[in-house]
């Protein structure tokens, strides 16, 4: 069966620091793979998706970026993090040609 | 950009009673409409979905009904009990792409 692994579960950073967070899938091959992030209390906002290794497709100008170094690695990265940067990320995969997400367990990101 | 209103943003009913969550959305063209449950600090799940083909599908207690000429669809939850209590999010999958672009979700308690 498909699991999808996410980690770290909490992170506390400081201003201006780096960040990196990963998620793998298991069990599946060629997924779309997907980060968002959720601020307190709010929705869910896609911040980039991939279709394939080294393609990406980012869906809000931030600081942030993604990479997808294995067909079944997705990575989220910040060279300095700010302070509206907090929120809980979360990824998501989905089959090529199917619907429906499933998402990880979630990073709660809180910079400080 | 596509987008999807969702209402209302809080929702309070008691024990027993059913509760509607009611969603507008922009792509006239998608075929697909998930909603999600995500309880506090967890990640979103699905719950039930319905594709463009059909017009009500019903799981137990949790019926989505989709009327694409109005591009409306409503989650229909019927004996409500307190393990009801959660955020609800509806989502559409925008047509032509991998994306789903999600509501600002529902805060759904159910009082005892």
């Known amino acids: 069966s498909q699991t999808i692994h996410q980690w770290p579960a909490t992170l506390v950073q400081p201003v201006g620091s780096p960040l990196s967070l990963e998620c793998t899938v298991e069990g599946t091959s060629n997924p779309n793979l997907y980060w968002y992030r959720q601020a307190a209390g709010r929705g869910l906002q896609l911040l980039f998706y991939s279709v394939g290794i080294g393609q990406i497709s980012s869906e809000v100008p931030q600081n942030l970026s993604a990479s997808r170094p294995q067909d079944r690695q997705f990575i989220l990265s910040s060279k300095k993090l700010l302070l509206s940067d907090s929120g809980f990320y979360l990824c998501a995969w989905s089959v090529r040609q199917s619907y429906g997400y499933t998402f990880g367990s979630g990073t709660r990101l809180t910079v400080v | ?112």
């Open chain 2, 1 to 112: 950009g596509e987008n999807v209103e969702q209402h209302p943003s809080t929702l309070s009913v008691q024990e027993g009673d059913s509760a509607v969550i009611k969603c507008t959305y922009s792509d006239s063209a998608s075929n697909y409409f998930p909603w999600y449950k995500q309880e506090l600090g967890k990640r979103p799940q699905l719950i039930i979905d319905i594709r463009s083909n059909v017009g009500e599908k019903k799981d137990q207690r949790i019926a989505v009904t989709l009327n694409k000429t109005a591009k409306h669809f409503s989650l229909h939850i019927t004996e409500t009990q307190p393990e009801d209590s959660a955020v609800y999010f509806c989502a559409f999958k925008q047509s032509g792409t991998y994306k789903y672009i999600f509501g600002t979700g529902t805060r759904l308690k159910v009082l005892a």
